[in-house]
C-alpha cells in the first residue's frame, strides 16, 4: 500500500524537512517487505490567498483515487501507536492500494474535506505548525513499520 502525505506548503531545506526525509526512508525500507509504501509527500499551495477552501480543491487533486483518507486535526480521534500500525495493516490487508494523508495550512482543514474522510486523525488536543505535523507522522508511519516488523524500535 502506498502512502501520500498530501500537505499544504513546502517544506525547505531545515531541520523539519531533514526529519521528514529521514522517517520516510526509514519507512520505505522497513515498510517495503510488509506491502507498506513507498511514501510520497504531495504539496501544495493556494497561491490566490491560501483558504481552507482554496486548499482543499488543491489537496483533494492530490490525493489519488480511491485511497483511503486520512485528515490530521486536532478535534480527531488519538490513536495509540500500536492502534495506528494496526490500522495501516487492515487498510492494506483489505486491498487498499494507497491511504492518503491529509495536512491542511494554517487555517486547518476545510470542513467538506473533513466530512469525506475516512478517518480524521488527531496527534493530541494541541494545535501544531502544519511542517511539525509532517514530521510527527513521518515518524509514526515508521514506529508503525517497526511495530508490524516485531522490531523493539516501539517499547510500550
Not at 502525505?5 to 513546502?10: H, L, T
Not at 494554517?106 to 469525506?116: F, N, Q, T
Amino acid at each position: 500500500m502506498q502512502v501520500h502525505i498530501c500537505a499544504v506548503g513546502r517544506l525547505r531545506g531545515g531541520p523539519e524537512k531533514a526529519l521528514v526525509d529521514d522517517y520516510l526512508d526509514r519507512f520505505g525500507r522497513t515498510g517495503r517487505p510488509l506491502g507498506l509504501g513507498p511514501a510520497m509527500v504531495h504539496e501544495v499551495e493556494d497561491r490566490r490567498g491560501g483558504t481552507a477552501a482554496g486548499e482543499a480543491a488543491l489537496l483533494g487533486r492530490a490525493i489519488p483515487a480511491g485511497a483511503v483518507r486520512v485528515v490530521l486535526d486536532e478535534r480527531g480521534t488519538a490513536l495509540s501507536s500500536p492502534d495506528f500500525a494496526a490500522r495501516l495493516a487492515a487498510w492494506r490487508d483489505g486491498g487498499q492500494a494507497h491511504a492518503a494523508f491529509v495536512i491542511g495550512g494554517a487555517d486547518g482543514i476545510d470542513p467538506g474535506l473533513r466530512a469525506g474522510a475516512d478517518l480524521v486523525l488527531g496527534l493530541g488536543p494541541m494545535v501544531w505548525p502544519h511542517m511539525l505535523v509532517r514530521v510527527m507522522l513521518a515518524e509514526q508511519l515508521y514506529r508503525a513499520a517497526q511495530i508490524l516488523a516485531g522490531t523493539p524500535y516501539h517499547r510500550a
